[in-house]
């Protein structure tokens, strides 16, 4: 009877290790592909200021959008390479604020002629756009790993040894803002 007790023992103990290293190991995906979400981003961050010097020798009238990209951009910054999971979801926010206004940005760019069809405007929107898809297959990649981390803490015996693999609180998904489906109208901007 002892030894029987004894290798359930060492079968629990194993199936419970070997839960252990499969969270760890989603967790540090989870990690990874927010560096890659990162890197994305600071791609995007690069991007910014250039957009806003050729913006601004024609939106004049738009001061307070660009001044609002500069603050967001400042804002955002400095949470790259954030991985503590609760921030990330300010992080998330900050981003997408970022994101609509430079969207709203190209929208209203679209009134003023000389900037649509200036050279480094158009190279800037066309690196802009694969900036972006770039994102957004970063984030892909990153909801992938989140739900694989988050299957693995909840399910038994996930949440016996979650807290000892590091996981005490789960990393959000990323989630696109409201009314992101709906393409850009720059009528609505105007």
């Given at each position: 009877?002892?030894?029987f007790?004894i290798?359930?023992?060492?079968a629990a ?5 070997g839960?252990?290293a499969?969270?760890v190991?989603?967790?540090?995906r989870v990690?990874e592909?927010?560096g890659g979400?990162?890197t994305q981003?600071?791609q ?7 957009v806003?010097a050729?913006a601004?020798?024609f939106?004049?009238h738009?001061?307070?959008l ?6 967001l951009?400042a804002k955002?910054?400095?949470q790259l ?7 990330i979801?300010d992080?998330f926010?900050?981003e997408?604020a ?7 940005l190209?929208?209203?760019?679209e009134n003023y002629p ?7 405007m ?10 972006e898809?770039?994102i957004?297959?970063a ?5 992938n790993?989140v739900?694989n981390?988050k299957t693995?803490a909840?399910?038994?015996p996930?949440?016996l040894?979650s807290?000892?693999?590091g996981v ?5 998904f ?5 009314g992101?489906?709906?393409p850009?109208?720059a009528?609505?901007?105007l």
């Amino acid at each position: 009877m002892t030894v029987f007790l004894i290798v359930l023992a060492m079968a629990a103990a194993a199936v419970l290790y070997g839960w252990y290293a499969a969270i760890v190991s989603a967790r540090n995906r989870v990690g990874e592909a927010l560096g890659g979400i990162d890197t994305q981003l600071q791609q995007r961050h690069d991007l910014i200021p250039n957009v806003l010097a050729i913006a601004r020798r024609f939106l004049q009238h738009e001061t307070t959008l660009l001044e609002e990209i500069t603050a967001l951009r400042a804002k955002a910054q400095p949470q790259l390479g954030q991985r503590d999971f609760q921030a990330i979801a300010d992080k998330f926010e900050t981003e997408t604020a970022l994101a609509a206004d430079m969207t709203r940005l190209f929208a209203l760019a679209e009134n003023y002629p000389q900037l649509t069809s200036s050279g480094p405007m158009v190279e800037a929107q066309r690196t802009y756009r694969e900036v972006e898809a770039s994102i957004a297959a970063a984030r892909r990649f990153y909801n992938n790993a989140v739900n694989n981390l988050k299957t693995r803490a909840e399910t038994f015996p996930g949440p016996l040894v979650s807290g000892l693999a590091g996981v005490r609180v789960l990393p959000p998904f990323y989630q696109a803002a409201e009314g992101a489906e709906k393409p850009v109208m720059a009528v609505d901007h105007l």
